[in-house]
């Protein structure tokens, strides 16, 4: 039967073999791809812009993530009462994780007014405000979060109740359901947008091309990463509303389990993305030869980065 074997039978000790190695891989590839990542937004890239703003908190979350893996792993293997470090890396981890999704949907609002409104961006949009408005991201996250999920568990990181929690709901709407809405009605417009610009403006397609990869990459890496945990976390809930058998609750408990794993990898996917972004900064800030015609091509993508 595979990982959805009875734990009695040995598929707990085989979920958890696989969690083990997803981790094992995630977290050197993490942390140094993330380090590298902050060493070339901060240090490479001289030029403050909104998007290197955004960038830079999301590396800080995405870094404080992987620096919980650890103890995600020791706690496969054991049971870990909710104490004060336990509150504390649970806090890191709920709050960086979200702030990981928060930011990166402020990324696609702000891309979507760069293109749509090019000429009102520049008024809207500052670094100076990009940065006033992470820093009250982060208040408002680490506020909020101290309506801790599964507050009453007496485990670490571990539901073992079967009393569905109103917060879980919440947090499904309020931390993945709304910023994927957003996400993708701002990723579909400037993608929409490029392309009629790519059609006036051919002299640019190239930049343009790889601003809408981008685009998508980040889109795509977004729904595989958090679509599954967040939709077994749901349906988790619904079961226990509603009082479906044990079998089937804690067959959903293996997939949310093995999805976790997904979702946690989102931070090494993001620094794949930071290059991308990084390279399309260098080439819109380069200084381009007088024979270089087009303008408003560099302006529409420069924006964006």
């Not at 999704?101 to 405000?129: E, F, N, Q, V």
């Not at 909020?144 to 919440?170: I, R, Y």
């Not at 790519?198 to 091309?209: D, Q, V």
Request: aromatic share 12%; with cysteine.
């Amino acid at each position: 039967m595979g990982l959805l074997s009875d734990p009695e039978n040995g598929g707990s000790y085989n979920i958890r073999l696989v969690q083990v190695t997803i981790y094992a891989t995630i977290f050197p590839v993490g942390a140094v791809f993330n380090v590298l990542a902050l060493w070339v937004f901060c240090c490479k890239l001289k030029k403050w812009t909104e998007t290197k703003v955004y960038m830079i908190n999301l590396i800080i979350a995405d870094c404080s993530v992987v620096a919980t893996l650890p103890f995600t792993v020791y706690l496969l293997w054991n049971e870990w009462q909710r104490d004060t470090l336990c509150l504390i890396i649970q806090s890191i981890y709920y709050v960086n994780m979200s702030m990981s999704i928060y930011i990166i949907t402020l990324i696609s609002i702000d891309r979507y007014i760069a293109i749509k409104y090019p000429l009102k961006a520049k008024s809207i949009r500052s670094p100076w405000k990009s940065s006033l408005i992470c820093g009250l991201l982060w208040i408002s996250v680490i506020t909020g979060l101290t309506l801790k999920p599964n507050a009453n568990e007496p485990l670490c990181f571990q539901k073992v109740s079967t009393t569905p929690s109103n917060t879980v709901l919440c947090l499904f709407f309020v931390v993945f359901l709304i910023p994927l809405i957003i996400m993708s009605f701002c990723s579909m417009h400037v993608i929409k947008s490029l392309k009629k610009k790519m059609i006036m403006n051919p002299h640019g397609k190239k930049l343009m091309e790889k601003a809408i990869y981008i685009i998508s990459a980040n889109m795509i890496v977004f729904v595989v990463c958090f679509l599954p945990a967040q939709t077994g976390m749901l349906a988790r809930y619904v079961m226990e509303k509603y009082v479906v058998n044990c079998s089937t609750i804690r067959n959903v408990k293996i997939f949310i389990s093995l999805s976790t794993c997904i979702a946690n990898s989102n931070c090494c996917l993001d620094a794949i993305c930071y290059y991308f972004v990084a390279t399309e900064f260098q080439e819109v800030s380069l200084p381009k030869p007088k024979s270089y015609h087009p303008k408003t091509i560099q302006t529409h993508t420069s924006q964006m980065f």
